[in-house]
């Protein structure tokens, strides 16, 4: 299978600052790349997306940053709000739809 | 209206019962599949259905027999539970294979095995 990795499985930031999330991934073949947010009890939501033929995409408070000479993809999203509490999942892809998740990162937004 | 509704919510129930999940989409999409997300929040394909076929089996031990009637519906019947199979089981839907499209996923069964 795919290793899609997380640098660090466990954030806290204050609300307000701004939420950097890392993920690894070594399948060099892959072209396309999403994170998910999923809250306690629910499932998976999509936030944002990004092909391999860009380096970054912009979404409403969140930004996406591919570098693919290291393999690395992150999510940044400014003034996390408390509402932003959850796990956060990146996925690759290649080939079509054959995803593979890393293991998530826990966001906490202390008041 | 809910864009990929999986049934029930919670099940808890014996090892060695036979038991069954049903997911049904609404956004006209060609591709479903069934993931397992264990203990640690790991997310892992089980099956992958195109259009009513079976595209992708991860290994995935024959207890579990997926099965979709028509490209709305794709349910997961399991025999002989086990202890293991223990964990939460995603529904999701995309538009089309091969595509590379983003994935909506249903709200989730908690199966729990005694």
């Known amino acids: 299978g795919e290793s899609v990795g997380l640098h660090l499985p466990t954030l806290s930031v204050q609300e307000g600052d701004n939420s950097i999330i890392n993920c690894a991934y070594s399948?060099?073949?892959?072209?396309?790349f999403i994170w998910y947010k999923q809250e306690s009890g629910k499932g998976p939501q999509f936030i944002i997306d990004?092909?391999?033929?860009?380096d970054k995409r912009q979404g409403q408070r969140v930004t996406v940053l591919l570098n693919k000479t290291v393999k690395h993809l992150s999510l940044q999203i400014a003034a996390t709000q408390p509402g932003d509490s959850a796990v956060y999942f990146c996925a690759e892809a290649n080939t079509g739809n054959q995803f593979y998740f890393g293991t998530g990162t826990s966001l906490t937004v202390i008041p | 209206d809910t864009a990929v509704s999986q049934t029930p919510k919670y099940l808890v129930t014996q090892m060695g019962n036979d038991k069954s999940i049903k997911c049904e989409q609404n956004?006209?999409?060609?591709?479903m599949y069934w993931y397992k997300q264990d203990s640690k929040k790991f997310l892992k394909i089980m099956f992958s259905?195109?259009?009513?076929?079976?595209?992708i089996n991860e290994t995935v031990p024959n207890r579990f027999s997926p099965k979709s009637p028509d490209k709305a519906h794709l349910n997961l019947h399991i025999n002989s539970l086990e202890l293991g199979d223990s964990a939460v089981y995603f529904c999701?839907?995309?538009?089309?294979?091969?595509?590379?499209?983003?994935?909506?996923f249903g709200s989730g069964t908690q199966l729990s095995v005694l």
């Open positions: 999701a839907s995309s538009p089309r294979w091969g595509a590379s499209e983003k994935l909506f």
């Open positions: 956004l006209g999409h060609d591709t």
């Open positions: 259905y195109n259009n009513k076929e079976l595209i």
């Open positions: 399948n060099s073949a892959s072209d396309y």
């Open positions: 990004i092909r391999s033929n860009m």
